[in-house]
């Protein structure tokens, strides 16, 4: 009976992680959402001066940044058991070279950010989604 | 957005080192932008009135309907940025053409207006540019709230940003009006201090933040007979934005301020009042507003605000001309804006605005605006 309700329970543990660990994914992912809308949204932003303007579009473009990095941190962290027992070790790597690039994806953000450089942002972005939408073809329905 | 990007090599030839000849390339490697809006906008006025709190016509002054239609809020912009040892140095010069009022019936010839002239380098930045002591966040809205926080000017200003705030220390331009006993405006020019803002801001994940405070001495020399007085002013504005579902959020503005009056509603009020004896009284001026940002789409979003603006005047002082002086003004503004292609912008807004001046007359208004606009 004993060793069931430790099966049962800790089914239901893993299960809440795994939910909470896409939770959290699904929110970073929304949360790079909205920072994309709101960055388009800088041309409306009345009684700012185009300079002002730039420096509210560094601050966005520093905010995807960090996204960036907290969602390949947590691709990073996730244990084997995390992705699944249907991945081999191979896949496991080339799970982990996703989060590897969505990392230096963040730092050529943050530097196009540093250097005011607004009209390559979109060009990045593009090969952001491409990366994602790689990423979750290959390993969402193992989630 | 068109983007011209000028690369300027400079060779230098450098005199001879010891191991021999030695050629150096430096580069600069200056971007310039070139932007601008092509904006049309109609407006329907219920009795010739412009949207400003010192503007609603009084009921006594009651005209008909007007219907204008213009094109003299597009602008033109060109910005640099260069990278120096200091980090990147960032020019703008902008122009819209709201100077002229009426062009010719026939050419309509509006002329350009100098929004923008600015430098920005290692926090420093100087020449003509919105005060610090302006809103941070300004309403979704085509028309302006009564109690616009909004002056630009030249002004010398540092600047140190950090990730998640600003502080900024700026020495503005001083320009002072007071009131006379006939409630006439006096304008002080001479041997005015600069006026010198104080502004932080915050950005944290839920929205922004920014408070100013301003100090300025205002002074006469002069202005009557030949008497002289001095008062110390001050003001503070809080704005802000709070974000609540998806990109909906709450803007808010609230300011408190005595001898701060042409930083607030474009000029409605004065900074003070001076006596027939040369001497000032500062004037207070409070106000504020509230706004609601809601997306019904991506593509689609509305607006709801409300706004107020009202004055203390010295009513020791002033003592006829009272119909001219605002005692207060209050707006209601309602929009629908619509995004059909990207960087494309139209829309219609309805808004209502009421005046009340010191004789305890007043006027209403209604505005029934719609623009057509697209950003490049």
Redesign the interface.
Known sequence: MLIILIFVSSGCVSKEHDNKKALKHMIQSEKLRLLMRELDMVVYERQKSELDRDKMRKRYMLSLGDTLKHLSAEIENMSESDLGLKLTQEDIQEYKRYAKNLSLDADEIYDLAHKYEFELLNKKLEDVKVSCNACHKQFRKEL | ?K?LRFLVFLFFVKSLFASGNEIELKSLDMVVEI?GRAHLSMLHTSDQSSFFAGKIALDRDKKSDDFSLNARESRL?L?T?T?TEYG?L?T?V?IDFLGTKGGSTSKNDYYPRL??A?I?VGGFGFGQ??SAF??I????TISYPMDDT?VRQSLIRYTY?T?LFAYDISIEEPKITLLDQNSSKSITKDNLPYDLVLRARY?P?WGELGISFLARKILQDSVVDNTKDSKYGYGVNLSGRIKTF??DDIRFNAHYGEGSGRYIAYGAFSEGTISSSGEITLTPVYGGHLGYRHFWS?KLRSTIAFSYIGADNNLDVLQTGLHKVTKESHAMQINLLWLPI??L?TGVEYAWAQREVLSSESGKANFLNFILRY?F
């Open positions: 957005m983007i932007g912009w910005k940025k990278p990147m960032r703008l902008e929004r923008h600015f920005e540019t919105n302006n809103s966040v300004a309403l979704d909004l940003d990730k950005y994940l998806a990109l991506e990207k960087n912008l950003d």
